[in-house]
């Protein structure tokens, strides 16, 4: 059996999310306007982005749904 290669990261996965999208922006910076290449980094940017704010509310100690869904399930109760 193949042995699981193990990393030792040190820095948060949120952290790691927030640099990628930093640097996916950066790099589509240099790129012409529009173009479908600055298009999918930008879209991978905002997808980092995203995961991010995700994986910090779900390990966040409140764990309450964003304002957006309260909306939602307090509309379908009324």
């Known amino acids: 059996m193949k042995?699981?290669?193990r990393i030792k990261h040190t820095t948060t996965f949120e952290e790691?999310?927030?640099?990628?999208a930093?640097?996916?922006a950066e790099a589509a910076k240099n790129l012409a306007?529009?173009?479908p290449a600055?298009?999918?980094?930008?879209?991978?940017?905002?997808q980092a982005e995203t995961a991010r704010?995700?994986?910090s509310w779900l390990s966040s100690p409140g764990?309450?749904?964003p304002k957006a869904?309260?909306?939602?399930?307090?509309?379908?109760?009324?």
Do not use: C, F, T
């Open 3 to 5: 042995k699981r290669l």
């Open 16 to 20: 790691r999310l927030a640099a990628e």
């Open 22 to 24: 930093r640097r996916l």
């Open 33 to 35: 306007p529009g173009s």
């Open 38 to 46: 600055q298009e999918l980094l930008l879209r991978r940017a905002r």
């Open 53 to 55: 704010r995700i994986s």
């Open 63 to 65: 764990l309450r749904p």
């Open 69 to 78: 869904v309260e909306n939602l399930i307090s509309d379908r109760k009324g």
